[in-house]
């Protein structure tokens, strides 16, 4: 993450690089301490060591923010993890990306700082071992709560199972072959393989340190990517 945000100059702060949390969800305490000091308008919250930038757009981040309910914008998955009643809140789009996804999430300084509170409240408890926030987003989204979910994967695409067969590389662009969109970030969740490989094609290089934690998580990563306006 640290190695692509660079390459295309984006504000990336990391949040937990090899802190111990008691659990998941405790990481966004230090979040929000850290969000309320920035002097920005909007926020974006993602997984940092299975995550690569391959574009980015400011002004399109903005704009799909100030479109989403709530402000919030959250990445799509292409299966629903945890399980649980909420499936059926989620429409079906003719696409593989429905639900909710946690790892990444964008939205006004103002709105992440609510969610965050949401996350660290005990308002909407996690029944599965490791559910953490994607398990709160479901819940969330089965109630009511207002956020929208990326499913064209315009700015969010996660990759894990078949669905990685539907992003491909044309003429050095990254493009999903069913949305037609051409995401800013690729997040290989979970650890999934293919981020180094796909760091290979787009520069030529192999990705500093990635293989020293693929395929093992650590203990708590996240970046803050602060945009100026």
Known sequence: MRESAARFNVSLYVIGNGKEYPAGTSVYNDLSDYIKTLDCEYVLLTDSYDVMIVRWDEEEVIRAVDSSLGNLLVAAHDDLWPRGPWMASYPVNGTPWRCANGGQIAGTKESILWLCDQFT??????????????????????????????????????????????????????????????????????????????FKRLYGLDPVNYERVRGRRPVIEVGIIYLST
């Open 121 to 198: 409240s005990n308002k909407w408890p996690v029944a599965a071992t490791g559910g953490g926030n994607q398990e709160m987003l479901h819940r969330m989204h089965a109630a009511g709560v207002p956020f929208t979910v990326d499913t064209s994967c315009s700015i969010f695409q996660t990759l894990r199972g078949p669905s990685r067969l539907f992003v491909a590389l044309r003429d050095g662009i990254v493009f999903n072959t069913v949305t037609n969109s051409i995401p800013m970030f690729l997040h290989f969740a979970g650890g999934q393989p293919g981020l180094a490989d796909w």
